[in-house]
C-alpha cells in the first residue's frame, strides 16, 4: 500500500512563492509508470487538475498555472514537489498529490482509482 504525505502548504500574499512537497511510501514496486499529480479543490468547488508528471518525467500543466508553477519528481527521495511563483487569490485551495496508475492527465473523472494525499492548504491574500 503506498501512502501520500503533503507538506508546504501557508498563507502568502499575492505575487508570493511557495514549494509543496509530497513523500511518496510504501509498497512502490507497482507504481514505477504510475502517474503523479497535483489537484486543487476551492470550497464550493470541484476538484481540478493542476500539474502532471508520468515516468518519461513528461509534465502537463492547467492553462492557469502554465509559467508559474512546476512540477517535479525526486525518485532518489520519493518526493513530488510543486513550486508555485506569482500566486494569485484564486489560487488559494486545498492541494492534494495523487499517484495514478491508468492515466496521466488533468481529467478528475479518470482518477477514480487514485491514491491520494491528505492535502495541505494554500492561501494567497491580495
Known amino acids: 500500500q503506498v501512502q501520500l504525505v503533503e507538506s508546504g502548504g501557508d498563507s502568502v500574499q499575492a505575487g508570493g512563492s511557495l514549494k509543496l512537497s509530497c513523500i511518496i511510501s510504501?509498497?512502490?514496486?507497482?507504481?514505477?509508470?504510475?502517474?503523479m499529480a497535483w489537484f486543487r479543490q476551492a470550497p464550493g468547488k470541484e476538484r481540478e487538475g493542476v500539474a502532471t508528471?508520468?515516468?518519461?518525467?513528461?509534465?502537463v500543466y492547467a492553462d492557469s498555472v502554465q509559467a508559474r508553477f512546476t512540477i517535479s519528481l525526486d525518485n532518489a527521495k520519493n518526493t513530488l514537489y510543486l513550486q508555485m511563483n506569482s500566486l494569485k487569490p484564486e489560487d488559494t485551495a486545498m492541494y492534494y498529490c495523487g499517484l495514478n496508475l491508468v492515466y496521466c492527465g488533468l481529467n478528475r473523472r479518470l482518477y477514480n482509482q487514485a491514491i491520494w494525499g491528505q492535502g495541505t492548504q494554500v492561501t494567497v491574500s491580495s
Open positions: 510504501g509498497d512502490t514496486t507497482d507504481t514505477s509508470f504510475s502517474c
Open positions: 508528471i508520468d515516468s518519461d518525467g513528461d509534465t
